[in-house]
């Protein structure tokens, strides 16, 4: 296809490169992804190993496919709709879309004053049609013309819609977002095809208290574990909170944001399935540097209870395994985030011990076993490849970003505790990151 400059921009052909990439910007910022893809392309013909070019044609093509597929699951979502025959199941269906949009727009309303009113109007509509579905019997048609008049003609879709456009107006006109544009995105310190990113979320009810990177550079056959402290703010939210209030691909988005690594893949496990984990495996063994004394750990019933473990070698099942992982009063984030680091090297040194990627039977009943309790894009054949492939890749720990490094601790405008980077911006981490991964 070729370039067609868009009005405004004639002078293309005439234009030096600075100033190419200036109109590529500007596109950007009024959302002609299309437009700017078009010109990425012409540039790179030109100049193709343009870093900055390169940068904002993968910022855009994300843009793009982030677009495409709302569309596909709008067009899936109302398939499934029309061809529903259940009028109890529907209604059970919407009902339960409905919880997750009271919350969704809850969230939204803290954070865009503009919209309060039009949000919780829309919503109190939608509350109205989710109560007359019971009395709706005669045929699906007859439901569906009920929650289009929910938001006159628009229904649950107008209000995902209401809700996505919100979602991108808070990450658009993001002050940090902004910052990173402008002083951290000149060049990409590490190639997309360089390494292969899995992001690992450890989640306590809502919250992704467990945030961890695992970069895997097939050329020099490492694996580098990154821990992200649960604190730190990003787009004016601590990290731990894109998960659940926005779905995985925001979360992808701000871990490429902080490390300048995009995770190809993810898995959120919750403390259900760790526990599982390590005693399908029949425990796991741990070296404890330091020993633990957590007189405050979480018990039953919002009580206390006592976890101590001394130094030392030790023999872990599932439960001591998650409680090593989790405590934190005798000791600090950082440190638990290490300590996760080690759980995982002494998974995958278990695995090795007991031979299981010769056997993939028991393999195959791991996954299989622990799969309704994890989320994930990792299919079982992708799982078996993994292990097997990077199998003798040594795993690099002890890379934690911290108020020891390159954040700084203080106190938002509503009080919390959170973590900021030194530099204002994350370009320090991206180096950082870019060194880990690379050497």
């Known amino acids: 296809m070729e370039w067609n400059p868009p009005p405004g921009t004639e002078g293309w052909n005439i234009l030096s490169s600075e100033e190419r990439l200036q109109v590529l910007h500007d596109l950007y910022d009024h959302h002609d992804y299309a437009a700017v893809l078009r010109g990425c392309k ?22 793009v496919l982030n677009t495409d597929m709302r569309v596909a699951m709008t067009t899936l979502t109302l398939a499934l709709f ?42 109190q509509k939608f509350t109205g049609g989710a109560e007359a579905l019971d009395m709706v019997a005669e045929s699906v048609l007859e439901l569906e013309e009920k929650v289009r008049e929910v938001d006159d003609g628009e229904g649950v879709f107008g209000l ?13 006109q993001s002050e940090a ?28 009810g809502r919250l992704t208290d467990t ?18 402290p649960r604190d730190l ?39 259900a399935a760790f526990e599982e984990i390590v005693n399908i495996l029949g425990g796991i063994d741990v070296y404890v540097e330091k020993g633990l004394n957590d007189t405050r750990y979480p018990g039953p019933n919002f009580t206390y209870e006592t976890f101590y473990v001394e130094a ?9 395994a998650l409680k090593y992982a989790r405590s934190r009063k005798s000791t600090n984030d950082f440190d638990r985030a290490a300590r996760q680091q080690q759980i995982v090297e002494a998974v995958r040194t278990r695995i090795e011990d007991l031979n299981l990627l010769e056997n ?12 309704q309790s994890i989320d994930t894009d990792i299919d079982l054949l992708s799982f078996l490849t993994y292990l097997k492939q990077y199998r003798s890749y040594p795993i690099e720990q002890g890379h934690v970003l911290s108020s020891g490094n390159f954040l700084y601790s203080t106190i938002n405008v509503s009080g919390a505790y959170i973590l900021l980077p030194n530099a204002g911006d994350y370009s320090e981490i991206w180096g950082y990151v870019a060194g880990i991964v690379k050497s």
């Open 211 to 228: 945030i961890m990177l695992a970069s895997v550079n097939p050329e020099l056959e490492t694996v580098s574990l990154l821990s992200i």
């Open 312 to 320: 030392g070698h030790h023999h872990f099942d599932g439960v001591t």
């Open 177 to 204: 977002m902004e910052s990173l544009f402008e002083a951290g995105t000149e060049q990409i310190l590490v190639a997309e095809d360089e390494t292969l990113d899995i992001l690992i979320l450890g989640t306590h």
């Open 360 to 371: 993939s039977e028991e393999l195959i009943q791991i996954f299989n076993t622990v799969q």
């Open 233 to 271: 703010a990003v787009n004016g939210r601590r990290i731990n909170e894109f998960y659940y209030r926005y779905g995985i691909d925001a979360m992808k988005n701000q871990i490429y944001t902080i490390t300048g690594l995009y995770p190809e893949q993810y898995a959120v496990i919750d403390l």
């Open 82 to 123: 029309v061809m529903t025959a259940g009028v109890t199941f529907m209604g059970k269906k919407v009902v339960g879309e409905m919880q997750v949009k009271d919350f969704q727009v809850n969230s939204l309303i803290e954070e865009i004053g503009d919209l309060r009113t039009e949000n919780l109007l829309l919503y």
């Open 160 to 172: 995902q819609a209401k809700l996505n456009d919100a979602q991108d107006k808070i990450l658009l």
């Open 42 to 63: 012409d540039v790179l013909k030109q100049d193709p190993k343009n870093k900055s070019a390169k940068k904002i044609k993968k910022m855009a093509r994300l843009k």
